[in-house]
């Protein structure tokens, strides 16, 4: 018996929402079999309950498959070109977070950070404003940022900041083959292999440096390997997902004129718009996981070894989490949203990412409150073989 399809955000027809089904299925029965684009046959779990246990019990399931091995053809199985970091469980994943997390999450280091992202933005705000309108905000604005600060991070130079963009564009597109992204990655590993070897002898103050001196003293200290994929993790995510997501929260705000008006009215809303924009868009094709043991979940059967999808934008638009989840609020008080994941495997630059979406969402506020959209909607061009959503491009323009 042929299974339904897994449910895919299309933003052509509904740019800010998931899609329809997950409405209903929230409603009952809240966990369903679909067919997945990579072959996979799993559950899907829709509700904020749902997901918020299965991504929070690393013991019951998962994330050996690779959490979008269900849509990335080259993500998932034993030959996959990446094998890395978020695919650990247990101990393992605890012993490299524990050495890799507070180089980018402790308040100490983000306050370090902070006079970092602030200058890299406001000098991206005033090159925008010297620039021809409309303005390419996604590449001229969001990725010139991103990619800034995280290679800043790193302590990789500009002239070798394209290998971010050209192993981004690999890792997170739906058509790569293993072969394509093997041969996308390697130049970036390559690199940052040679410099993880340069980082030992002659440290320096950044991300990859501070690793390797607090891992020195641990019981097992990170490998020069372990420190290539865990750096080049950043790299990648740091990039792309956190760039794509200004973008299309930019898209989403202009498109919501009051909520823009009242954030241009109150800039110190900033901070609140930024976590309601991430829980109001985020993760919108899901997050993989894989049942570990014969388990049960809201009352279905689930066996060992089957895969299971969480629709994290679904959840967050349960009315368990706000009677108003489906409503974009910039002033909502932050609760307790899965944007960034959960548990075990929530993501490790989280806090980086907010402060940069909060400090583009103030600056943008304060400086180009006339800030808009140059095109109607519906002419915007929409990534369609990427995990990784939102606008090709958003031409904007301001008075």
Same mark, same amino acid.
């Given at each position: 018996?042929?299974?339904?399809?897994?449910?895919?955000?299309?933003?052509?027809?509904?740019?800010?929402?998931?899609?329809?089904?997950?409405?209903?299925?929230?409603?009952?029965?809240?966990?369903?079999?679909? #067919?997945? &684009?990579?072959?996979?046959?799993?559950?899907?779990?829709?509700?904020?309950?749902?997901?918020?246990?299965?991504?929070?019990?690393?013991?019951?399931?998962?994330?050996?498959?690779?959490?979008?091995?269900?849509?990335?053809?080259?993500?998932?199985?034993?030959?996959?070109?990446?094998?890395?970091?978020?695919?650990?469980?247990?101990?393992?994943?605890?012993?490299?977070?524990?050495?890799? #997390?507070?180089?980018?999450?402790?308040?100490?280091?983000?306050?370090?950070?902070?006079?970092?992202?602030?200058?890299?933005?406001?000098?991206?705000?005033?090159?925008?404003?010297?620039?021809?309108?409309?303005?390419?905000?996604?590449?001229?604005?969001?990725?010139?940022?991103? !990619?800034?600060?995280?290679?800043?991070?790193?302590?990789?130079? &500009?002239?070798?900041?394209?290998?971010?963009?050209?192993?981004?564009?690999?890792?997170?597109?739906?058509?790569?083959?293993?072969?394509?992204?093997?041969?996308?990655?390697? &130049?970036?590993?390559?690199?940052?292999?040679?410099?993880?070897?340069?980082?030992?002898?002659?440290?320096?103050?950044?991300?990859?440096?501070?690793?390797?001196?607090?891992?020195?003293?641990?019981?097992?200290?990170?490998?020069?390997?372990?420190?290539?994929?865990?750096?080049?993790?950043?790299?990648?995510?740091?990039?792309?997902?956190? #760039?794509?997501?200004?973008?299309?929260?930019?898209?989403?705000?202009?498109?919501?004129?009051?909520?823009?008006?009242?954030?241009?009215?109150?800039?110190?809303?900033?901070?609140?718009?930024?976590?309601?924009?991430?829980?109001?868009?985020?993760?919108?094709?899901?997050?993989?996981?894989?049942?570990?043991?014969?388990?049960?979940?809201?009352?279905?059967?689930?066996?060992?070894?089957?895969?299971?999808?969480?629709?994290?934008?679904?959840?967050?638009?349960? !009315?368990?989490?706000?009677?108003?989840?489906?409503?974009?609020?910039?002033?909502?008080?932050?609760?307790?949203?899965?944007?960034?994941?959960?548990?075990?495997?929530?993501?490790?630059?989280?806090?980086?990412?907010?402060?940069?979406?909060?400090?583009?969402?103030?600056?943008?506020?304060?400086?180009?409150?006339?800030?808009?959209?140059?095109?109607?909607?519906?002419?915007?061009?929409?990534?369609?073989?990427?995990?990784?959503?939102?606008?090709?491009?958003?031409?904007?323009?301001?008075?």
């Amino acid at each position: 018996m042929s299974l339904p399809a897994l449910p895919l955000p299309e933003e052509d027809r509904r740019p800010f929402d998931p899609p329809p089904e997950y409405a209903e299925l929230r409603a009952a029965p809240r966990i369903a079999r679909v #067919a997945c &684009p990579t072959g996979l046959d799993a559950w899907l779990v829709s509700d904020y309950a749902g997901v918020r246990e299965v991504l929070g019990d690393g013991r019951r399931f998962s994330a050996r498959p690779g959490q979008a091995a269900h849509v990335l053809a080259a993500f998932g199985g034993p030959d996959a070109p990446v094998q890395g970091f978020s695919q650990l469980d247990g101990p393992e994943h605890i012993r490299i977070r524990r050495n890799f #997390a507070p180089q980018v999450s402790h308040g100490r280091r983000l306050a370090e950070l902070q006079p970092l992202v602030q200058d890299i933005t406001d000098d991206a705000v005033t090159g925008m404003l010297a620039g021809s309108q409309p303005y390419p905000l996604h590449s001229g604005f969001s990725t010139a940022i991103t !990619t800034a600060v995280i290679a800043e991070l790193i302590g990789v130079p &500009p002239e070798h900041r394209h290998l971010l963009h050209d192993a981004a564009t690999a890792l997170f597109t739906t058509s790569t083959s293993p072969d394509e992204l093997r041969r996308a990655l390697e &130049p970036l590993f390559a690199y940052l292999y040679g410099l993880v070897a340069t980082r030992r002898v002659r440290p320096g103050d950044d991300v990859l440096s501070r690793m390797i001196e607090h891992s020195a003293d641990s019981e097992r200290p990170l490998t020069d390997a372990e420190l290539t994929e865990m750096n080049a993790a950043l790299l990648i995510a740091g990039f792309d997902t956190t #760039a794509s997501m200004i973008t299309y929260g930019l898209v989403c705000l202009l498109n919501t004129p009051a909520q823009w008006e009242k954030l241009c009215a109150g800039p110190d809303l900033a901070p609140s718009a930024a976590e309601e924009l991430v829980r109001y868009l985020g993760v919108g094709i899901g997050l993989l996981r894989q049942a570990t043991e014969d388990t049960r979940l809201h009352g279905q059967p689930i066996r060992a070894g089957d895969y299971v999808v969480v629709a994290v934008q679904s959840g967050n638009r349960d !009315t368990a989490l706000y009677p108003d989840a489906g409503t974009l609020d910039v002033a909502r008080r932050p609760g307790a949203h899965l944007g960034f994941g959960h548990g075990a495997h929530a993501c490790v630059g989280q806090q980086i990412a907010r402060m940069e979406l909060t400090t583009v969402l103030r600056a943008l506020a304060r400086r180009v409150p006339t800030l808009r959209i140059a095109v109607p909607l519906e002419e915007i061009a929409w990534k369609k073989d990427s995990v990784v959503r939102g606008p090709v491009e958003l031409p904007v323009t301001w008075s």
